[in-house]
């Protein structure tokens, strides 16, 4: 069989609810009782199977509440909104701030594996594996307040901002705004307004197609629609997307973010495919460089819609 299911609809939700249940939740995203109803028993024809071992089996915690206590933190990445908000989190000053940092494993330094030259960095923001600014000498820029991972410039202005796996000349952006697995080979850069959010979503063919939001829209209840600034709907990009092959697309991401880098960046030391695997695998947080939640398996559209729904 071949074929692509999502945890939620198609693994708990069948194994936990009752038929009827389940055919009213499905049809209600769309799916119709003819496809609902045998995946539903096929998931408990699964169970039986599990259970058919006798007591011992059946005995078996398959799913169920854990209780975690009252005291404890939960980042949610599933939204926008929230990949925002919990992304930024290890930038503040908080007890949550501390904790998260302490699960993702990062120390006192927050400048980690990476070459920063002639740029401003402030004491709270957090940057991993990245190359900013050029041997060449010349003001290299700032960052203020802001989380980077796998950010290739030779000048960058950013406040309040996140940044995942981008290569451009120039990067500037300012509060709230993010750009996530992008590459611009303009002389100009990338600029962002307050609140805009930026996402290169790679095609089989290998082309980068640009998704563009704002902190604002919700993509959820955007999914469907036509908005200006987008050539596609984060629907269309999710269906156009969704027989990918996330290794094979990964490969052309790097190849892309390599070969602009060499054009672009300090000839004494181009960048090559292993050293962006490896600055990658060193990174704070694989999640930043690979993909949320939000932003997968299937290079659909991240926490745009949800950024682009997994960018891989």
């Known amino acids: 069989k071949k074929g692509k299911l999502d945890a939620d609809p198609h693994l708990w939700m069948p194994m936990t609810l009752d038929k009827a249940a389940y055919l009213r939740l499905m049809s209600q995203k769309g799916v119709i009782e003819e496809l609902s109803a045998p995946h539903h028993d096929r998931m408990q ?3 039986q199977k599990l259970w058919a071992g006798g007591p011992d089996a059946r005995a078996l915690r398959i799913f169920g509440p854990v209780d975690v206590g009252s005291d404890a933190y939960w980042w949610d990445y599933g939204q926008l909104r929230l990949y925002q908000r919990n992304c930024l989190l290890i930038t503040q000053a908080t007890e949550e701030a501390e904790l998260a940092r302490l699960f993702f494993g990062i120390s006192s330094s927050r ?3 990476s070459a920063v030259l002639h740029t401003s960095i402030d004491s709270v923001s957090c940057v991993s594996s990245c190359y900013l600014g050029s041997k060449s000498g010349g003001d290299g820029g700032r960052v203020r307040n802001s989380v980077l991972s796998n950010v290739r410039c030779k000048y960058i202005d950013v406040d309040g901002v996140i940044l995942v796996n981008v290569t451009a000349k120039k990067i500037v ?9 992008f590459y611009d080979e303009s002389d100009d850069g990338v600029e962002l307004d307050a609140t805009q959010v930026l996402a290169g979503v790679m095609n089989d063919d290998g082309n980068q197609l640009v998704m563009k939001s704002m902190m604002q829209i919700d993509g959820g209840k955007a999914w469907k629609q036509d908005l200006v600034f987008n050539d596609h709907t984060f629907e269309d990009v999710y269906r156009m997307n969704r027989d990918a092959d996330p290794r094979s697309l990964e490969n052309k991401i790097t190849a ?3 070969s602009l880098w060499r054009n672009i960046g300090d000839k004494d030391a181009p960048i090559t495919e292993d050293d962006l695997a490896a600055a990658q695998s060193r990174a704070w947080w694989m999640g930043f460089a690979a993909g949320a939640a939000a932003i997968g398996a299937t290079v659909a559209v991240m926490a745009l819609g949800g950024l682009v729904r997994g960018a891989h």
């Open 111 to 113: 400048v980690k594996e």
């Open 256 to 258: 892309a973010h390599m």
């Open 173 to 181: 952006a300012r509060s709230g705004c993010i750009i996530y697995n």
């Open 45 to 47: 024809a699964m169970l």
